[in-house]
């Protein structure tokens, strides 16, 4: 499976930004996919992971009640939806699949991972 993330871009403090991580090569449906994010000169920190089935959802605290998580399977895409974006979002935004069991929050236990995408949230 190839990951293709995309929807970063520059907003302000406050505002919403929806980011996109296109799967392709093999129905993303099996698949529980994450969100992690790198802010310069700091190390990757996860942020949301979704189950195969788009049932279940774990978030970092930081993000908790402003970012959803969300998946269209018959899109093979998954959705970070941000709002309420701080300064301290700011950051490079990477997908990535985990092929072990739901909820895995290391990044090292990530199998397969996008490009990334930058987020800048200006104050």
């Known amino acids: 499976v190839q990951l293709q993330a995309s929807g970063g871009g520059l907003v302000q403090a406050g505002g919403s930004l929806r980011l996109s991580c296109a799967a392709s090569?093999?129905?993303?449906?099996?698949?529980?996919m994450g969100w992690f994010r790198q802010a310069p000169g700091k190390e990757r920190e996860f942020v949301a992971i979704?189950?195969?089935?788009?049932?279940?959802?774990v978030y970092a605290d930081s993000v908790k009640g402003r970012f959803t998580i969300f998946r269209d399977n018959a899109k093979n895409t998954v959705y970070l939806q941000m709002n309420s974006l701080k300064p301290e979002d700011t950051a490079v935004y990477y997908c990535?699949?985990?092929?072990?069991?739901?909820?895995?929050?290391?990044?090292?236990?990530?199998?397969?991972w996008g490009q990334g995408t930058l987020v800048t949230v200006s104050s």
């Open positions: 090569g093999r129905t993303a449906s099996v698949y529980h």
């Open positions: 979704i189950s195969a089935s788009g049932r279940s959802t």
């Open positions: 990535a699949v985990v092929l072990g069991l739901f909820g895995v929050t290391e990044s090292a236990k990530y199998d397969v």
